[in-house]
């Protein structure tokens, strides 16, 4: 009932993107001011980082999150969380209503990437799903898919 006030009337909803379990963390997105575009906000859960960031840091030092392919970029803090804000200075830096791809870069992981349906109809309203499987989610918590190892290791 609570999740449904939040879709129907206010500037904060919260997305789920969880691709193993169930998520702990929360994403909101909520609109800067009229005409400036949203915020977007999650976390990057990856496992061996605790939500107080005691968890290995060399796993966040260099994990990005990426918007559009590059129009936005943002680093996750060391407890996993980032937000992609919008800025004051050109349109294009803005998150505008309408459709956004969100991907997650760090080394070692490979994520999938999320699909961001900003409504401009109903400002606040937000939706996110998985690319690979159109799954709908409530908080935007993203964790990687599996472990990527980029060398061969020889066989004795």
């Known amino acids: 009932m609570a999740a ?13 993107v969880s691709v193993t ?7 909101a997105a909520h609109q800067a001011g009229s005409g400036e575009g949203y915020t977007i906000a999650g976390r990057v859960k990856i496992d061996g980082m605790s939500e107080k960031g005691y968890g290995l840091p060399a796993k966040t030092s260099n994990t990005k ?4 392919g590059g129009q936005r970029v ?3 803090r ?5 937000a992609l804000y919008p800025t004051n200075d050109s349109l294009p830096h803005n998150v505008p209503a ?24 109903n400002p606040g309203y937000i939706q996110a799903a998985l690319t690979e499987t159109r799954r709908v989610l409530n908080e935007l918590v993203l964790e990687p898919l599996k472990e990527e190892q980029y060398y061969e290791i020889p066989r004795r």
Request: glycine fraction near 8%; aromatic fraction near 12%; hydrophobic fraction near 45%.
């Open 65 to 68: 999150v990426i918007l559009n």
């Open 4 to 16: 449904s006030s939040l879709c129907h009337g206010h500037l904060l909803l919260f997305l789920l």
């Open 21 to 27: 379990s169930a998520c702990l963390g929360t994403a």
């Open 74 to 76: 943002t680093f996750a």
């Open 78 to 82: 060391p407890d996993g969380y980032f």
């Open 98 to 121: 309408g459709t956004h791809l969100i991907e997650v870069s760090s080394i070692g992981y490979f994520f999938s990437p999320v699909r961001v349906d900003i409504s401009a109809r």
